[in-house]
């Protein structure tokens, strides 16, 4: 399968800096800013989806999109992935199993989102729904989350030079980070990293950190890649909660230096408990 790259997820801007203690002035300087690009997912062919992204790791995002949004049950079923420069923005071309190009066909779904936005296009409350897997939540200790997000930053470079990006990270149970992918959008972000994590064996049996909300979204698509725990660096939604019960995911979030929120700790019953831990 190649997985040709283009395009750079940073660019250079000129600015005018304005600050002064008795007045403003202006300063022109040269700004780093993150690069954000329309993406299109071609399926043999055929345009589903167009989404604004980082142009980097594209082939992660295609490949993730795919297995995420149910479109792929497995990643051997996408037999080539290319990636294209054309004139508006960036393609990626797939060319998938002929029944699963079938199944994408007769969900008659396009999608034309801003930054990640996964449901624009949907047509139904039905789609908009879907049902969630079940996973195996992973032991989880409170100092693995921490140990986590005191070192996520250090693995986020675009966000570093741009301030203008997500991060998602994948985490062992000890709560070291081995593997991160960054785009301007959270899903995006996800996305990369699930389908980095396709053809890796460290997928089992840790977490991942995002350095967004947790939304309904991030929960599934956490689920659909056989996650069992998500932690997110902002609030749950109540939807994000009650699909992480019904999943058996863990849900953690406000995780910040010292404190962070369990929304759902699966027990043996799967009944779900609510607490606030602090250092």
Request: glycine fraction near 10%; proline fraction near 4%; charge should be negative.
């Amino acid at each position: 399968m190649k997985r040709r790259e283009t395009g750079s997820p940073t660019r250079h801007h000129g600015v005018d800096v304005r600050l002064g203690a008795s007045g403003w002035s202006g300063t022109r300087v040269a700004d780093t800013l993150a690069t954000e690009v329309p993406v299109a997912l071609i399926y043999n062919g055929i345009s589903h989806a167009v989404m604004m992204a980082s142009p980097a790791d594209l082939a992660d995002f295609a490949l993730g999109f795919s297995l995420s949004e149910g479109i792929l049950a497995h990643p051997h079923e996408c037999y080539d992935l290319t990636v294209h420069e054309e004139s508006l923005g960036l393609a990626v071309h797939l060319e998938i199993a002929t029944q699963r190009l079938v199944e994408l066909k007769q969900r008659r779904r396009s999608l034309a989102g801003r930054t990640g936005c996964g449901l624009c296009g949907t047509e139904s409350l039905e789609q908009a729904i879907q049902p969630i897997a079940r996973v195996q939540a992973p032991p989880l200790s409170d100092s693995a989350i921490q140990r986590a997000l005191t070192s996520l930053a250090d693995h986020q470079p675009l966000q570093a030079a741009t301030g203008a990006s997500h991060g998602a990270a994948w985490c062992d149970t000890s709560g070291h980070i081995h593997l991160v992918r960054e785009d301007v959008g959270r899903h995006n972000a996800l996305d990369k990293l699930i389908g980095a994590l396709s053809s890796d064996s460290r997928s089992e049996g840790g977490f991942v950190l995002v350095s967004s909300r947790a939304s309904y979204e991030m929960v599934h698509k956490s689920a659909s890649a056989g996650i069992g725990a998500l932690v997110a660096v902002s609030a749950a939604t109540t939807l994000a909660v009650e699909l992480a019960q019904e999943a058996g995911l863990m849900l953690v979030g406000f995780a910040r230096p010292g404190r962070h929120v369990i929304y759902h700790h699966p027990t043996p019953d799967d009944e779900g408990a609510t607490a606030i831990v602090t250092g």
